[in-house]
Each structure stands twice: as C-alpha cells, then as structure tokens.
C-alpha cells in the first residue's frame, strides 16, 4: 500500500465533478491521498467519484482539489501539448472525444463572435447619433 501523501484530506474538488475514468463507486473506499477511510453508501446514493493521480487512488470529495489544482497550474500546458498529438493524429481514435467537443465549441465561438459583432455595431451606430453624423 501506498504511504498517504497528507495527514488529512487535502479538500473536495471545486472543479471537476466526475473522475478521469468515469468512476464513482458507493463500496466502501480509502482514499489513498490521505488515508481517510469511507464507509459504504447505500446504492441509492450517488457515490463516491474517484481519480487516479500518481497511482495514488482519490476521492474527489475527500482530496479532489489536488486535481484542481493541477488543471489551474498545468491545465493550459497540457492542453497545448495535447491540441499538438491532434493535429498529429486527427484522425486516432483516442481524440474521437476532441472532434465531437471541437465542433461545439466553434459553434459557440461562432455564436459569440456574432453577438459580440452586433453588438459593436450596434454601439457604433448609437454613438454616430450621439455626435450627429
């Protein structure tokens, strides 16, 4: 077993929600982060979200700030490293994911770079009537 690496839970997650993996479990977990011991929930409940970080096993709602952390000091990094494998391998199953999530966004951007247009010119014109041109 792993040594913990604190002596008490580090905080919940403000960030994230759900684990890289998808995974919540209601079973009974210690949180190896910090060794704090969680007792099973009943199945009605909606569990416990776990991450791996370090090959350490987590809680989001016991160390998840860790993650969060992380994502705020690595985020934009990982996130350039990750857009250059892309654009390497656009078409490589693992980035399935990133083209459904690179649709929507250029969506999104399209829509705002559109109000954001209306709007200027929208304010343009009330200032063209302030000076009386």
């Known amino acids: ?18 684990g890289q993996y998808k995974h919540g479990t209601t079973a009974a977990v210690i949180c190896q982060m910090c060794g704090t011991s969680h007792p099973e929930l009943p199945l009605s409940a909606d569990g416990y979200r776990t991450f791996t970080f370090l090959g350490y096993y987590g809680v989001l709602e016991c160390c998840g700030v860790v993650v969060d952390r992380l994502f705020q000091e690595w985020g934009s990094t990982f996130t350039d490293k990750i857009f250059k494998q892309f654009q390497e391998q656009l078409l490589a199953p693992e980035f399935g994911l990133m083209r459904i999530q690179l649709k929507d966004v250029a969506a999104a951007w ?3 770079a559109a109000k954001a247009e209306a709007e200027s010119a929208e304010y343009g014109a009330s200032l063209r009537g302030i000076s009386g041109r």
Do not use: T
């Not at 077993?1 to 759900?18: D, N, T, V």
């Open 1 to 18: 077993m792993l040594k913990p690496l604190f002596h008490q839970p580090a905080g919940p997650s403000e960030i994230f929600s759900i």
């Open 110 to 112: 399209n829509r705002a």
